[in-house]
């Protein structure tokens, strides 16, 4: 198993260009995350997936978008890239059953990919 | 302000020290998990906690879940080179994770 795969590893992006970060996981993983991380800031999520078509925000959607037409691939989109999303991108994958009965369940755990460091300018 | 406040910020130590360091909420979560991280790569775990009080080992390290389950402590025993990385707690809230900003621990040989 490659386990998590992104793509690219780097990338410099001019104010106002797009770009799609590439995120595949061959583990069979129905939850899926994208979580940016600043220096000295520990990783935010952007968004997650708990299945192929349904996509979540997390606590710092602004500015991307996501989608999630497989379980594999987990694209993370940047329309309008600015200065503020110079970061480094991780994309993770993990199994969860769930909340069972109503009480939460704990989530398996996360697999990170390699990373994106992207840099705006 | 982060969700999930880590201490120290950063930890210099000699080869052969203890030490421990903390992750506290004022949420409580359902689980609660430590990775570590090097230098251009992904976080890797290296445990999870689930139940209030619990305590796991693995190897030299420690790991604590408070009884509330709104805090954790890693301890890690004579401290080697290899363990230099950035320590970070993640909490589970519903369906999503949240991560501490980490420590970031130096062993010096």
Same mark, same amino acid.
């Given at each position: 198993n490659a386990g998590v795969t992104q793509t690219p590893k780097f990338r410099i992006l001019k104010i106002g260009q797009s770009m799609t970060l590439q995120c595949t996981q061959d583990m069979n993983h129905n939850y899926m995350y994208w979580y940016r991380q600043d220096p000295g800031m520990g990783l935010k999520l952007i968004y997650y997936s708990v299945g192929a078509g349904i996509t979540d925000k997390g606590e710092v959607p602004n500015g991307y978008n996501v989608s999630r037409s497989t379980t594999e691939d987990f694209p993370l989109r940047l329309e309008l890239a600015a200065p503020s999303q110079t970061s480094v991108y991780f994309c993770a994958s993990s199994y969860s059953k769930g909340r069972l009965a *109503?009480?939460?369940?704990? =989530?398996?755990?996360?697999?990170? *990919?390699?990373?994106?460091? =992207?840099t705006v300018t | 302000t982060q969700l999930l406040e880590q201490s120290p910020q950063f930890l210099s130590i000699q080869e052969g020290e203890n030490l421990t360091v903390?992750?506290?909420?004022?949420?409580?979560?359902?689980?609660?998990?430590?990775?570590?991280?090097?230098?251009?790569?992904?976080?890797?775990?290296?445990?999870?906690?689930?139940?209030?009080?619990?305590?796991?080992?693995?190897?030299?390290?420690?790991?604590q879940f408070g009884d509330a389950r709104k805090d954790s402590s890693l301890h890690i025993t004579a401290a080697q080179p290899g363990d230099t990385g950035l320590y970070l707690c993640a909490g589970a809230l519903n369906n999503d994770m949240r991560f501490g900003a980490g420590t970031r621990l130096t062993v010096k040989p």
């Open positions: *109503g009480a939460y369940k704990p =989530l398996y755990e996360q697999y990170f *990919g390699p990373g994106t460091r =992207l | 903390y992750c506290n909420s004022s949420s409580v979560f359902s689980s609660l998990q430590w990775y570590r991280q090097e230098p251009g790569e992904g976080p890797v775990l290296l445990v999870t906690v689930v139940t209030g009080g619990e305590v796991k080992k693995l190897k030299r390290l420690t790991f």
